[in-house]
């Protein structure tokens, strides 16, 4: 009897959204209702852990500010974001195109516009590194004027807006054009892993569920050029710690770059850093536009 | 590609959880991500519509106050807290004692205690009537000393606690004592549908799917007796508008009742009340306590 009123109340859920006039809306509202209904069915919670849930879901709203988005971290360890960033990549090439992962929340503040070779490590105190490469279209052919926005946090894992009064404002952060060849180059340190935030609601369930906060060492990229498909992604430092269980589950292997040890005089003159020194090389690989011929 | 990537995530995720030690925790864990990542799969959100959703439950979040509950109203509204309260009052015997319904967001303050016959209109700005009948065991044996709370909005469809400044409190709410046969009786007005409020997030969610936001006309009861499993419950007023739309879609027939016109002086007389009067009689019959022999 209650199997047969509670499908019934599924579908009378399903059917009040009937009306709405946004096709893309109802959709979503009546696919979330059944998914929804189905994981209550499947797992008979407790009227106290519907309060649990309800308690946690408001105390994840309340911890949001203008500059912390709480609900972005729990779609971040639910591994929400990387699926739905993953969906959206999909053309079907991702092994001819630079995989996308998931944008992170400090991508909050417009990144400094840099010369090519410009150092973004502002304060100076980690491993000096090179970073560079190309950016390419899915042919090959190099995209010159190609945009490449940078930004990583220092070598205590923090960011510089998470740090507004010790860090320099634009400390990490890059805004790159390729040059006539589709080349990149930029000096920065080699970042370090670090904790998404801890002490909120997603911190307490990381700590009830055993589960560490770290993500392994990486850079942000968003790379995009004229006529092409931008990609946001990361380049994750090879040997890093936390690769294999990144909190935010955002590692994809073809991102793992190796920060090759180079002892090279002539080449370490040219970027202007001091021998041996840190280098990563790789190309970003851009696909067409859908809509391009 | 993609497909086998988002397969994998989705296994890294659970597998995440492997070490909760609290394995309810984990249970609900894996299976919310199971159902989470189905419905982003069958849905494939655009990273906008990722975004509008990111925004709405900080929205709801944001709502929430120490007087308002909005995920408890999200809850509702999706049906959601309808499947939890149902699935828990479950005892394979739903055709032999009173079905539960929801709590509701305003059992938030406690019920005066009340004589029986007492009228629980304190301000007697609606249609008078008088609700009796008798707390049951299942089979059928009263239960003398069953306690009952019962509360309602007022004729403009508001409960005290939403005017302060208007109502006096406890007006519509009274904690009752049934007599030496299991018998109660008290005087209200007949209760009016009513929208739940709209003037936060869900209140925008029904506006864009074109949803009503009014229940039918009900009372609210929590009726408890020794040695028993407690009822929440209501009883709804037949030929209320909204019977076949509640915005919380919380009618079960059984819980409908007649508030039948009565002309008889000399029950009136009885109830202290002028004839004719509005007359609603209903049983309300509990289970034995599952640990009772």
Chains 1, 2 share one sequence.
């Not at 000096?128 to 010159?144: E, Q």
């Not at 369930?205 to 906060?213: D, F, M, Q």
Request: glycine residues 8%; negative net charge; aromatic residues 8%.
């Amino acid at each position: 009897m209650t199997t047969e009123f509670t499908t019934r109340l599924t579908e009378a859920v399903v059917d009040s959204f009937d009306g709405t006039s946004d096709a893309r809306l109802r959709e979503l509202l009546a696919s979330l209702t059944r998914h929804l209904h189905a994981f209550v069915r499947d797992t008979e919670p407790t009227m106290a852990e519907w309060e649990r849930a309800i308690y946690f879901l408001t105390a994840t709203g309340r911890a949001c500010t203008d500059t912390r988005q709480e609900f972005v971290l729990l779609s971040d360890v639910l591994g929400v974001s990387m699926l739905v960033e993953t969906i959206n990549s999909d053309r079907g090439t991702a092994d001819e195109v630079t995989e996308s992962t998931v944008l992170g929340p400090f991508h909050m503040t417009e990144s400094p516009v840099r010369a090519l070779g410009a150092n973004i490590d502002l304060v100076g105190d980690g491993e000096p590194c090179v970073v560079s490469g190309r950016v390419l279209s899915r042919d090959g052919t190099p995209l010159p004027g190609a945009a490449l926005d940078v930004w990583q946090a220092n070598p205590e894992g923090f960011y510089d807006v998470q740090q507004p009064d010790i860090q320099p404002a634009g400390n990490g952060r890059g805004l790159f054009t390729a040059d006539g060849e589709g080349r990149f180059w930029f000096r920065t340190c080699v970042p370090s892993p670090y904790p998404i935030p801890t002490d909120g609601p997603v911190g307490d369930l990381l700590e009830a569920t055993g589960r560490h906060p770290y993500r392994p060492a990486h850079i942000h990229f968003i790379a995009s050029a004229e006529g092409h498909t931008p990609v946001t992604t990361h380049i994750f430092v090879a040997g890093s710690d936390h690769l294999d269980s990144d909190a935010v589950f955002a590692v994809k292997e073809s991102l793992v770059k190796n920060f090759a040890v180079t002892d090279d005089p002539s080449l370490a003159a040219e970027f202007d850093i001091t021998n041996p020194f840190r280098h990563a090389r790789f190309d970003l690989v851009l696909d067409l536009d859908a809509e391009q011929p």
